[in-house]
């Protein structure tokens, strides 16, 4: 009982001080570019580490980590298509959206930005991808609910129904207090916390076992092919198929609003470089750990975990491991990852709504405080649905985010990349590849064709949809293109 008091005690500080900085940020937000962008005035470090905290969230320490406990190796290919991908988005991407965003009259959306980077007038580019931000973060933003109501249930005992309403709430408190501004800030100092965590617990079980010689012979002995990185959990040969599916998850980058946002509000493209060496120094060893974390797990437990409780490995390492105020530490950080990650998703997902629907089609004239109203009132409705797909205790963590990911970076991804880099691309090839790419997830989930991630055809129809469009489209290229090409060449 002491044990989880000092614990329980650990966590309502590190919540009271996640809302604390909601409500000082409350006071200095101003406008919507100040709630949904920070008036683009982040650094470096704030931008990288806000980046991936968004990114990796509760998935990273316990989805991975629960594939990792049963699949030993074969897991690292979903770190290693992750790593590519996100040195991908910061390379290519990054700086280009950072400086194209603002030159289309300073965009604060993605569906913003599309709609003035091809001066649609019918509103088709704020409202077709406003649908599919609003699906797909519902999806994503519960799977991060589902992590909070695992981690409270885990460690504490409280009933999943109940321990997800909590998580929900501690959330959606400071999202809906201090915007943008808030939620960077936290995702700072809980990417910070993140890093650490995940890194700290493989190490220190592996040395309470006897070093890392012990340990890997110990993984080795338990069960043969954990350190095989071609073979399946159930013992057999990985195949193409397989092998492709779990690189693919690389691909999800370029579509992800959340992070892609994060892009957007930096000070300025001349950060990106240093920003891009902070974001993967973080993201290579946090991949790293968090597959380590299951392979460890696996011998260092005692008791075998089964089915959604594989996904718990690093909450039971953390509380056999480490002494109660340690313990609560490290377990705040599995908070932050969840907390960093559904406040971005929540808020990405406000924007769309009141940016690029309510704006749109109901309230052309609505001023910018009527906006950021409406912006919380939407992070309320789209939290409670996301908790009301989580109260399944029996989801997944890991298929949850999987679904959301390939969603965003089917139907966003090949969009992003042909405005950024195409000048052939059009309107309407732009909508034809969003909602191609969308769909293709939708039915491809349900169907499951060849045990192939639905990622993978979802982003080759969304990318052949674009360019059959666009180029069967006899619309010129809009004047904003000439002014893109000069900067691209200049500045970046």
């Not at 797909?136 to 460690?155: N, P, T």
Request: include cysteine; proline fraction near 3%.
């Amino acid at each position: 009982m002491t044990h989880n008091l000092i614990i329980i005690n650990t966590f309502v500080l590190y919540i009271g001080f996640m809302m604390a900085i909601g409500i000082y940020y409350y006071r200095r937000t101003r406008n919507m570019s100040d709630y949904f962008l920070g008036n683009r005035k982040l650094g470096a470090w704030v931008t990288s580490l806000s980046a991936e905290a968004s990114d990796m969230s509760g998935w990273m320490l316990m989805g991975l980590p629960g594939f990792a406990y049963l699949a030993g190796l074969n897991a690292g290919w979903i770190a290693l298509g992750l790593a590519i991908g996100t040195w991908a988005n910061w390379q290519f991407v990054a700086a280009r959206l950072r400086k194209y965003t603002e030159l289309a009259k300073n965009s604060l959306t993605l569906p913003e930005f599309l709609q003035n980077r091809y001066e649609d007038r019918s509103g088709l580019l704020r409202i077709v991808p406003a649908i599919f931000i609003l699906i797909f973060f519902i999806i994503y933003a519960s799977s991060g609910f589902v992590s909070a109501g695992r981690l409270f249930e885990s460690v504490f005992g409280i009933p999943y129904e109940y321990a997800i309403f909590i998580g929900a709430g501690s959330v959606v408190f400071y999202t809906l207090a201090g915007g943008f501004l808030a939620v960077s800030r936290t995702d700072f100092i809980q990417g910070v916390m993140m890093f650490f965590a995940i890194l700290i617990v493989p190490i220190c079980a592996a040395m309470s076992m006897g070093g890392f010689s012990v340990t890997m012979e110990a993984i080795e002995s338990f069960r043969s092919g954990m350190f095989e990185p071609f073979t399946n959990p159930d013992g057999s040969r990985m195949g193409y198929i397989e092998l492709i599916s779990l690189l693919a998850w690389g691909l999800g980058y370029f579509g992800q609003p959340h992070i892609l946002v994060r892009f957007m509000a930096i000070r300025s493209s001349g950060e990106i470089r240093q920003a891009t060496r902070i974001a993967m120094t973080w993201v290579v060893l946090s991949l790293a750990a968090a597959v380590a974390v299951g392979m460890v797990g696996s011998v260092y437990l005692t008791e075998p975990l089964t089915g959604t409780g594989t996904e718990t490995v690093f909450l039971v390492m953390t509380n056999t491991l480490f002494p109660p105020v340690i313990a609560g530490l490290v377990l705040s950080a599995v908070l932050a990852a969840i907390m960093s990650t559904a406040s971005s998703q929540l808020l990405v997902a406000a924007s769309a709504f009141a940016q690029d629907f309510y704006r749109t089609v109901l309230r052309k004239d609505a001023d910018q405080k009527e906006l950021v109203w409406i912006s919380r009132a939407s992070v309320l409705v789209i939290a409670s649905l996301s908790v009301f797909l989580g109260l399944n205790p029996d989801n997944f963590i890991l298929d949850m985010v999987a679904y959301a990911w390939a969603g965003f970076g089917a139907a966003f991804g090949p969009a992003i990349l042909m405005s950024l880099f195409w000048r052939r691309a059009t309107r309407n090839g732009i909508v034809a590849g969003i909602i191609v790419g969308g769909v293709t997830v939708l039915v491809w989930k349900q169907l499951a064709l060849w045990g192939l991630y639905e990622i993978v055809p979802g982003f080759l129809f969304s990318s052949i949809a674009i360019c059959v469009v666009s180029l069967m489209d006899k619309t010129p290229p809009a004047p904003i293109t000439d002014t893109f090409d000069q900067v691209g060449k200049s500045t970046i």
